[in-house]
């Protein structure tokens, strides 16, 4: 198995969940994940936000807003809906995903929460139907104003992993509260909850980026990342507060604490410019991580090879 620095696009064709994960953690720290919506006009209509992404440097692409019984990607045309995931794998040379949303109806609002179609929010029927689209992996999380909690995060990894099988990749966890009362800030996760998500099935657990979210420090990011570690799972810290549209300073910041609490990959969200981080963020970002030989290969590499 290649570690995911020397992947090009026929390895990503090619590869399983399991495979893939194995290909994460072989890269010792140096995986980058933006994240787009796919459900707005693109920052430069001409290109889809996941080329873009693609083109400044991120390793995978994770689609925000898709409905995966309406499947479509704003910039992207194509005839038959069903060919819209495979078509926009084709187009970028990268494996990609899809946010899905645990919704707790049960929730203890800390705000006045939206209510999401049923193509978003996690469920057996949502799983099978990513599943048969082609997406390579799905993300387990929740948007602002969702009502998306940590317990029944948990029970959508078991559904997850029953519906889909056992070679699809697994990231869940919150980058922000989604809305919940009591699972905000330093409280947005326990190390129960951690270990719960592993035991479910879950194969990167997604947590706050030092910095990003109040009293998450690079030494409380470190000891959740060493836990996530300890129990076998790969650990992914995720900038998704809107500091994706920060400055350059302020990303290379996020991104150097990152690396120090020992991430194998991060995130980079979708609220830059139009549905996407700020390109150059994306590229900034790579660099710290894993300097500019990488970045630059990352960027330039064909989608042929």
């Known amino acids: 198995m290649k570690r995911l620095l020397d992947c090009t696009a026929s390895d990503f064709r090619n590869m399983t969940g399991k495979e893939l994960k194995q290909s994460i953690k072989a890269a010792e720290g140096r995986v980058l994940l933006a994240e787009v919506i796919s459900a ?28 995966v019984f309406h499947p479509a990607v704003e910039g992207l045309s194509v005839e038959d809906p069903d060919q819209v995931v495979t078509t926009l794998k084709a187009y970028t040379g990268r494996p ?6 645990p919704v707790d109806l049960q929730a203890k609002q800390a705000e006045e929460l939206v209510t999401l179609p049923q193509g978003r929010i996690a469920s057996e029927a949502t799983f099978r139907e990513a599943k048969r689209l082609g997406f390579d992996f799905v993300c387990l999380t929740g948007n602002p104003k969702t009502g998306v909690t940590n317990a029944e995060i948990a029970k959508a990894i078991r ?22 009362e009591g699972e905000a800030g330093e409280e947005i996760v326990g190390e129960s909850d951690i270990v ?22 690079l030494e409380a990011s470190k000891r959740l990342v060493n836990l996530v570690r300890k129990h076998g799972a790969l650990s992914l810290l995720a900038t998704g507060t809107s500091q994706e549209g920060a400055d350059e300073a302020t ?43 990488h970045t630059y290969v990352r960027m330039a590499a064909s989608i042929l090879r």
């Open 40 to 67: 707005c006009t693109p920052l430069y209509p001409a290109v889809t936000n996941a080329e873009m992404a693609a083109a400044f440097g991120a390793d995978l692409i994770l689609l925000n807003f898709f409905d």
């Open 96 to 101: 990609i995903g899809l946010n899905l949303e």
């Open 159 to 180: 559904t997850a992993r029953q519906s889909m099988g056992e070679e699809t990749l697994i990231i869940a966890g919150k980058m922000h509260g989604a809305g919940v």
């Open 196 to 217: 719960r998500f592993i035991e479910a099935g879950a194969d990167v657990i997604l947590l706050p980026s030092p910095g990003t979210i109040p009293g998450i420090t």
């Open 251 to 293: 990303i290379r910041q996020i991104a150097l604490f990152s690396k120090m609490a020992g991430a194998d990959m991060y995130h980079i969200g979708d609220a830059g410019v139009a549905g996407m981080a700020i390109p150059e963020n994306i590229m900034q970002y790579s660099i710290v991580i894993r300097g500019k030989r």
